[in-house]
């Protein structure tokens, strides 16, 4: 591999502080967008919704679990995913491995859940063996396909009102998701960056196909690269899956 130029202690502060410039740029961007998105409209969700819990039915305005706000994220973690029963689908799993210590989300009056169309005692059997934590509820009816994550991943938020009036204020799918998963965050700090195909990256830096390098955090040792979410729709400007490049892989994993 073929090294940037190497330079004294001074040129390379000089060089991160060009850089710290723009970081600042791009945190401001992000301040501005943050702002707007707290202006954005909101919706009333006017249809009821059942959910199977660990001890029972639950509402959607139950998952809030009396706090102002609730963050949904729909899980690929189900028959007919991954290598089921064994796991569900990897990059699900990858972002389940990145739910943080829920203690803090809830002080500022928001529940954070994931959501999946598997059994409770599936999902159960599956939270002991990856060792996640946080809440998990079972999806009985069309929540997921009225919100935009029948097909893929997507996160929803929403809020009650002193009425219990529940609104949907966004809905982010896609690499939208990037933010909760730490790995690519750290990853994007070092000098190789994520290691992936579409990065634009000096010549010779090591890279592999998206996707592939993932697995089950369970299952490094004995990882085969490989990975497929399904042809992507051609008719379907928000569908970012992308082609597959063998047409005798494995089945699509979401």
């Known amino acids: 591999m073929k090294t940037p130029k190497i330079v004294s202690a001074g040129e390379w502060d000089t060089a991160l502080h060009d850089m ?23 919706t009333p969700v006017e249809k009821e919704f059942v959910f199977d819990g660990p001890d029972g039915k639950l ?34 799993s990858l972002m389940a491995d990145h739910v943080p210590n829920l203690a803090h989300l809830n ?13 409770q005692s599936d ?20 929540f997921d396909e009225d919100f935009g994550v029948k097909d893929w991943h997507g996160t929803n938020a929403f809020i009650r009102n002193d009425e219990d009036r529940i609104f949907r204020t966004y809905m982010i799918s896609g690499r939208g998701d990037e933010v909760f998963v730490n790995t690519w965050n750290l990853l994007d700090m070092t000098a190789l960056g994520r290691q992936e195909e579409w990065e634009d990256s000096p010549p010779g830096y090591p890279q592999s196909p998206p996707y592939e390098w993932w697995s089950w955090s ?22 970012q899956r992308p082609p597959r490049k063998d047409p005798e892989s494995h089945d699509a994993c979401c």
């Not at 740029?25 to 409209?41: G, I, K, Y």
């Open 20 to 42: 710290l410039v723009k970081e600042k740029e791009v945190q401001r961007a992000r301040d501005a967008l943050a702002a707007q998105r707290r202006r954005m409209p909101w």
């Open 59 to 92: 509402s959607l305005l139950d998952l809030f679990n009396g706090r102002r706000q609730l963050i949904v994220y729909r899980a690929f973690i189900e028959p007919g995913t991954g290598d089921w029963p064994e796991h569900g689908c990897t990059g699900c």
């Open 107 to 119: 002080a500022r009056e928001t529940t954070f859940v994931y959501v999946s169309r598997a059994t």
């Open 123 to 142: 999902l159960a059997r599956m939270k002991k063996k990856m060792g996640w934590r946080h809440p998990w509820y079972s999806i009985t009816d069309t």
């Open 218 to 239: 369970d299952t490094y040792s004995e990882h085969t690269p490989w990975r497929w979410f399904g042809d992507p729709d051609p008719d379907d400007p928000n569908d």
